[in-house]
């Protein structure tokens, strides 16, 4: 008995203790709500949810805490846990823009498309104007729903109010490439080489169409004049989409010509990654008489008006292989295609357009500037000058001064 009577004595006392320390707990909101955005950033999801409902108890009315506790059922892959948090969001603030956000980013995972159309019109009817983040994920259910063209047209018109917006310009480029459905282009070259040979005149047709659900596929024609004798090359591309965060890059051709290699294949595999970031790593191999192997890789960055790119290239051999490079960025000034570029580089990429790589020329030391603007729905126009000096034999170099134009048609 008189063990009975000390264990009730303590649960007595005990109990009005813990009620007190849970309401401590639960006194400063926002301090918690810090806390448990912590734990859930931290991996401690089950944590957080537990903190998070203790605090949404006492504060019904915290719109932030359901948010929270719907983003991290969302993260789990619980989607349907999660809407009736957002739910409970939007029920206590129908105006909160994050409620609305949160809602339509799992209702996107979860392949609602139906339901997140509602909840969009939901957004637009309740937030005068609609924000720029509300107008992103109407173009986001577009591109769910395949509907590229309808996506690119809202997030262009989106790109003129906002055009710093993180991580739209990298979108928009995804969306180029799967709603452009057919296009035709010519290109001309000219390069001059300070009177040491005479000029060589290049001229490039080239047409491309995208498959619904694959990409695009390019065919190219290139005719080059050069040291006095005619030739062409013929290729083609293709951009098959991997994925909504990847896709690929393909590239077969071949010539007769003696300045273009007699057959040329490669690829790329590219991510989006977060923060608007893009990798890619590939391969391309040129064949003369015998073979050149070529490894390339590049992170590229979208921010604000610009997207910057760092790119290495390395040709193995038995002699330890040689390594070029490339810096290149491009400011957008009005429009997604509407772009100044500038590019320095050190030795020779198997992708340029210029298309001068030939077997003899080692290295290369160069800049480039650009220009390129859509002036229609259907033309774009755009313009190239370039200054290298190229390495044609050991410690010989030979200047070369490129100028090239070009346009597009879209149909």
Do not use: C
Request: avoid cysteine; glycine fraction near 10%.
């Amino acid at each position: 008995m008189r063990i009975i009577f000390i264990f009730i004595s303590t649960a007595i006392l005990w109990i009005p203790l813990s009620i007190s320390t849970y309401g401590q707990e639960i006194n400063n909101p926002d301090k918690k709500f810090g806390e448990a955005r912590e734990l859930a950033f931290d991996g401690k999801r089950k944590e957080a949810i537990q903190l998070s409902k203790r605090i949404v108890e006492k504060y019904p009315g915290y719109s932030d805490v359901w948010i929270l506790i719907g983003r991290i059922y969302s993260w789990e892959g619980k989607n349907d846990s999660a809407s009736v948090y957002f739910e409970e969001a939007l029920e206590k603030s129908p105006s909160y823009e994050d409620a609305y956000v949160g809602y339509l980013d799992n209702l996107f995972w979860a392949g609602q498309y139906d339901k997140a159309e509602i909840v969009l019109d939901r957004a637009f009817e309740n937030l005068k104007p609609p924000s720029s983040k509300i107008e992103y994920r109407k173009a986001k259910l577009a591109y769910y729903r395949e509907s590229y063209g309808k996506a690119l047209r809202l997030t262009e018109k989106l790109y003129e109010k906002n055009p710093k917006m993180e991580g739209l310009l990298s979108f928009i480029q995804k969306l180029k490439r799967l709603s452009i459905s057919n296009a035709v282009g010519l290109l001309f070259d000219h390069d001059s080489y300070d009177g040491q040979i005479a000029p060589w005149q290049t001229y490039r047709f080239y047409g491309r169409k995208t498959i619904k659900s694959f990409g695009s596929v390019i065919g190219r024609v290139t005719h080059s004049n050069r040291f006095g004798t005619n030739g062409n090359q013929f290729e083609l591309d293709a951009y098959p989409s991997l994925g909504e965060n990847s896709y690929a890059y393909l590239n077969v051709g071949f010539s007769k010509a003696s300045f273009f290699p007699d057959f040329r294949f490669g690829g790329s595999i590219y991510w989006n990654l977060p923060k608007a970031l893009e990798l890619d790593i590939g391969y391309r191999n040129l064949k003369f008489t015998s073979s050149t192997h070529i490894f390339t890789a590049s992170l590229g960055k979208y921010t604000g008006n610009w997207w910057l790119n760092l790119r290495g290239n390395h040709v193995p051999s038995q002699e330890g292989g040689a390594f070029s490079g490339n810096f290149q960025a491009r400011y957008y000034f009005k429009g997604a295609e509407d772009f100044f570029s500038f590019r320095i580089s050190s030795g020779i990429s198997a992708d340029e357009e210029e298309g001068y790589l030939q077997r003899e020329l080692l290295g290369s030391y160069g800049a480039r500037v650009g220009y390129q603007q859509l002036w229609s729905s259907h033309w774009m126009g755009f313009a190239n000058i370039r200054y290298s000096q190229d390495e044609i034999s050991s410690g010989n170099f030979r200047p070369n001064f490129n100028i090239s134009v070009g346009s597009e048609f879209r149909f």
